[in-house]
């Protein structure tokens, strides 16, 4: 298996690059179709907003958007169309409380969703839900990347981070073109249970699994030695001079995750280089 199709949704010029470059090193490296959606979004809220507004109104924030969304694909267009790949490119209008309908419907036939970090300077109000929407929705996988980091064609590198939950299975089989191809796949474990199933031999089965698909694997076993897992992971990221971070999404809802923070948010926030993710 490889990534055959890979997109990208862009909604603004400003954070659009990082995400273009990874997309153009990925369809290189896999001699992959690249595609970019970019989408003017309608940030008003309707059902507060249509009350007392009139057609003016409405017809001047779609206009903006129509703007913001023919602005980005000129971006997308011409900075694809130097890369020598595979590409194709749309724009349209999405009021953002439709967004995920828009998403969804390309992630559903993508192999590979690439987004830009959806939380940070420059970030719309869209950003967090396309990344969910091409999770929940789309059922695609999601490589996060971050503003200034390096492009990766095929990590040499990767991480896993495990903790036998059906997340992280779903992430890593997902994951398995990458993970294949790496040099090293570091399996980590943050506090083994002492009662699981795994008790006595902590990712003996998902290292097993990985070496029959021919992975190259060693076991990491960490100790919680910081409140948050997020940073334990971001820290044996670095000290293991990792490419890329794969993890299950969203383990718990994302209305805690949302309100109380959560791996996930965490690690979007944080990492300094790309996580690919699923649910």
């Given at each position: ?161 495990w903790n036998e939950s059906e997340e992280a299975m779903t992430a890593i089989r997902k994951a398995l073109p990458f993970l294949k191809a790496a040099d090293l796949v570091r399996i980590v474990i943050i506090d083994p249970p002492q009662h699981g199933p795994e ?81």
């Amino acid at each position: 298996m490889a990534y055959k199709s890979l997109l990208t949704i862009l909604t603004a010029p400003k954070t659009a690059v990082a995400p273009l470059a990874q997309l153009i090193a990925l369809a290189e490296q896999q001699d992959a179709h690249a595609e970019a959606l970019c989408l003017g979004v309608d940030r008003t809220q309707t059902g507060y907003y249509y009350a007392g507004a009139n057609a003016m109104v409405l017809q001047e924030t779609l206009a903006r958007a129509q703007t913001e969304a023919e602005e980005v694909l000129e971006v997308a267009k011409s900075t694809l169309a130097k890369s020598g790949v595979r590409w194709s490119a749309e724009d349209g209008v999405a009021q953002i409380a439709d967004l995920g309908r828009h998403v969804a419907h390309h992630a559903r036939f993508s192999d590979l969703v690439v987004v830009g970090r959806p939380y940070g300077k420059d970030r719309g109000a869209e950003a967090e839900p396309i990344v969910e929407a091409a999770l929940f929705e789309g059922h695609a996988p999601v490589l996060v990347v971050p503003d200034n980091g390096r492009t990766i064609g095929q990590p040499k590198t990767v991480m896993v981070a495990w903790n036998e939950s059906e997340e992280a299975m779903t992430a890593i089989r997902k994951a398995l073109p990458f993970l294949k191809a790496a040099d090293l796949v570091r399996i980590v474990i943050i506090d083994p249970p002492q009662h699981g199933p795994e008790r006595s031999d902590p990712g003996g089965m998902l290292s097993q699994f990985l070496a029959r698909h021919g992975v190259n694997c060693e076991i990491d076993v960490l100790s919680k030695t910081m409140t948050r897992v997020s940073d334990i992971l971001n820290r044996h990221a670095t000290d293991t001079e990792s490419d890329m971070i794969v993890m299950g999404a969203y383990g718990h809802s994302r209305f805690r995750e949302a309100i109380l923070g959560g791996a996930t948010r965490n690690m979007l926030e944080q990492a300094k280089v790309p996580v690919f993710m699923a649910h």
